[in-house]
């Protein structure tokens, strides 16, 4: 029989395999398990600093994506070892000097996300958890952490829906609380409900509470405001066009803020490969694509576009990002400048007959 397993729950698998025979110490845990998960969903090994224990013992064992201002920790534990939050305080401390954000905590089996800009008592800071039996929410837990999810929005979306679900599944297991009260307030006085329950609303609500996190939609003002912003204007817009001239300088250590399209439209964009999915998008509900593999350029191995997560002639690259609301799939080449996305939207417009002055983006 054909085995259609992704390669990361093939991945997963195999660390579930080690529960007959665990892991002996911490340092099996993670490298029989944790770190073969982090390189299934995208990083590389020197993306992954083993950390020695400071005189203070507050250093954690794994410092991700060092150097870089999307570093964040990992605090391991034995396979064996049952996790609770002071397993992890010392490292939300560390991160907390550092001006870093995420922490996880891990034995292999159980994963725990913190977000460390949440004020209050330890315990408010966990975001997520998940078990490795629990695939599903495995394979979303893993992939939340990876590369393109912690250097663009994703894990902030996905913390936020996480922490959404988990505040309505507690809101929603009591009839009296603030929520269902404030429902029942509006059914009754606006809708004319005046007999509705609270139980009622309640299991009404209840049914209905998954939540996903939608991205910034542009506002009525915005959605009509045309092309034909000044080039490098007052409140720093820039076309593409522009940005490609001068990538070198221009972009140079800059951040979009927000991207406006060709038919007016704008959204909140706070990293370039964001940007880059949504002008893929775009193409490709207007104009078309071009064939993929597709990129810039005079090289013939390495693909920005393709409709599989890899270039062409080289072996499987997992630093691909799948364009959403894109059908069929394409994935995008994320292992890349500033100045090399830029490039390859400006490049990938005038490909599909678009202006690259009818892009323009914001930068911070």
Avoid at 91 to 104: K, Q
Avoid at 108 to 124: K, S
Avoid at 127 to 142: N, S, T, W
Wanted: glycine share 6%; proline share 7%.
């Amino acid at each position: 029989m054909t085995d259609l397993r992704t390669p990361l729950e093939e991945a997963i698998s195999e660390a579930l395999a080690h529960t007959k025979k665990p892991p002996p110490n911490e340092a099996s845990t993670c490298d029989w398990v944790i770190k073969p998960l982090l390189l299934e969903v995208g990083y590389k090994p020197t993306d992954l600093l083993p950390q020695g224990t400071d005189a203070n013992g507050q250093r954690p064992d794994y410092t991700i994506l060092p150097g870089t201002e999307f570093e964040w920790f990992l605090e391991a534990k034995a396979w064996t070892v049952t996790l609770n939050d002071d397993h992890v305080r010392q490292s939300l401390i560390y991160a907390f000097t550092n001006n870093r954000r995420w922490v996880v905590l891990s034995n292999g089996r159980e994963w725990r996300l913190y977000d460390n800009q949440i004020t209050g008592e330890l315990a408010a800071k966990l975001v997520a958890q998940m078990k490795l039996e629990d695939v599903e929410d495995a394979k979303r837990f893993l992939r939340a952490l990876s590369p393109e999810s912690m250097t663009g929005s994703g894990i902030e979306e996905f913390a936020q829906t996480e922490r959404l679900n988990a505040i309505l599944a507690s809101e929603l297991s009591d009839p009296q609380s603030t929520v269902v009260k404030a429902v029942v307030k509006v059914l009754r006085n606006t809708h004319g409900l005046g007999g509705i329950s609270h139980e009622s609303v309640r299991a009404a609500l209840s049914n209905r509470r998954a939540v996903q996190v939608q991205p910034p939609q542009p506002s009525k003002n915005d959605s009509a405001i045309q092309p034909g912003l000044p080039t490098g204007s007052s409140d720093n817009w820039h076309t593409l066009e522009d940005l490609d001239k001068s990538r070198e300088t221009l972009t140079t250590g800059q951040k979009p803020a927000e991207l406006q399209l060709p038919d007016g439209t704008r959204t909140a964009k706070n990293h370039w490969i964001d940007v880059a999915i949504e002008i893929v998008r775009y193409i490709s509900n207007s104009n078309g694509l071009p064939d993929l593999p597709w990129a810039a350029g005079k090289s013939q191995l390495r693909c920005f576009l393709n409709v599989r997560p890899e270039h062409p002639g080289k072996a499987k690259k997992t630093m691909f990002k799948q364009a959403e609301g894109v059908d069929p799939a394409v994935y995008i080449d994320t292992d890349r400048s500033t100045a090399s996305f830029v490039r390859q939207c400006c490049a990938l417009l005038a490909t599909c007959g678009l202006p690259t002055d009818s892009v323009k983006v914001r930068l911070h």
